[in-house]
């Protein structure tokens, strides 16, 4: 019966530590275990055995009060956690040149205004599953409209629990939000002489998305959700 509850956590445990030692290139590991079902003896030894050779697995004399203690420490001295791993691939769609033998042949193309053929619905990866982050350190990304008559220039925003999702179609790909800048001043001008400057930065709760006009200064933000997508829903984003 017991084991029916641990059986889970290990299999996620054992999950969670083969995506981080892909990031750490075979540095010490120590997993660190925490709360109230983290006194239990054979958790700790279900854990050891699942992570033997590979990590080293240790809890705090009171682990049931160490949550409580880094929560408050946190909220205390925010700048104590100077990095974190993404818990999902964040990017935006956007269109990428065609790819010749891929899946692009399944896909809407379009064609950029020097004729390069694009695929519209790419994913373009900001951040990837796993991938440390410190806190506060802008993604920035330069983009460009498609046309010379588009007076408004929009990102949708994306998450996935894939590593390197290639369509914002694909399955397990959710929606967190989008953001809008006018660009209606620059209309006729060549799309490359219309530049829009995208600033992610990935803070402690949410995603902080801002368009700026490179040409007028103008700026637009939101905040995107960064643990799960579908908080995207109930703070209303989508």
Known sequence: MFDAVIDPIVVLVRRAFDELSEQVAGEPVTVLLVGGFSVSD??????????????????????REAVVHGAVHF?????????????????????????EGTEDNRHQGIFGPDGQKLVRDRFQIAVRRSQAVQRDQPYRKILTPSSAETPTLQVTFFASRDRDPQYVTEAGVEKLGEISIDISHSVGRPPADRKVRLDLVFGDTTIMATATDLDTGTTTRIDLPVDDPEQAEALGLV
Do not use: N, W
Request: charged share 30%; with cysteine; hydrophobic share 35%.
């Open 42 to 63: 054979y958790l700790h030894a279900r854990i050891s055995h699942a992570l033997k050779g590979r990590a080293k697995v240790a809890r705090p004399t009171e682990p």
């Open 75 to 99: 909220c205390y001295d925010p700048d104590l956690i100077t990095e974190r791993r993404a818990k999902l691939t964040y990017g935006f769609q956007m269109a990428l040149r065609f790819r």
